[in-house]
């Protein structure tokens, strides 16, 4: 199975930085929602952006994306029609690899891609009871990257993010993609030891 190669994986780990985003809500989007995503996201950049370095402890960056994505829904999304064939184990099994994978490929890339950055731009709308999160990243080197966040508000009432798409490149659908057959040719349990084999991999590179 093939995964990001590094120039995508900078710019989807960039994606994870700064969360774009469509929402499920319970009722319309109000202006109140529109901001509260959007200040989140802006927050979150500058936290990060004040110390790039940090991102290179997988620990620090587990911290990050904890607050802001909900990697059960994403494995849901991922797996489709295959997370209704699996088994309560299965899942969390299957969830907690795919954390340890997002978090392990992406800690260094992040904060590779972090202290390349010049300027963030942003930008929001609503339709229905989805909220648009749009982020314009601009480089150093006078690159533009366009970063698109879905988002969700959760049973606390907390905005999450279930989905990344970096120049229309969605993560959930990459993966799903990969992991369907995979999934098809090693089974699910086959599936979860590749993605905890390529987790132990990664701790030994740090």
């Known amino acids: 199975m093939k995964y990001f190669k590094p120039s995508i994986t900078a710019v989807l780990t960039m994606g994870m ?20 995503a959007e200040n989140l996201i802006k927050t979150t950049t500058d936290d990060v952006l004040a110390d790039p370095k940090r991102l290179e402890d997988v620990a ?22 295959n997370w209704k064939k699996v088994t309560k184990t299965q899942k969390n099994d299957f969830t907690n690899a795919f954390h340890g994978l997002l978090v392990r490929t992406y800690s260094k890339a992040l904060s ?12 929001s709308k609503s339709k229905k009871k989805r909220i648009l999160v749009s982020v314009n990243v601009e480089t150093n080197d006078s690159k533009s990257i366009n970063i698109d966040y ?28 990969e992991f369907a057959n995979d999934i098809t040719t090693i089974g699910i349990d086959g599936l979860i030891k590749k993605l905890n084999d390529k987790n132990e991999d990664k701790k030994t590179e740090e």
């Open 60 to 81: 620090e960056v587990g911290k990050l994306v904890d607050k802001v994505f909900d990697f059960r829904k994403m494995s849901k999304l991922v797996l489709s029609k």
């Open 17 to 36: 930085l700064f969360f774009q985003a469509g929402v499920w809500a319970s009722e319309e989007v109000s202006e109140i929602d529109l901001a509260e």
């Open 112 to 123: 590779e891609a972090a202290s390349t950055v010049k300027q963030v731009n942003y930008s």
């Open 150 to 177: 879905n988002m969700y508000k959760n049973k606390e009432n907390q905005w999450q993010v279930y989905n990344v798409s970096v120049e229309g490149v969605s993560l959930v659908t990459t993966y799903r993609s």
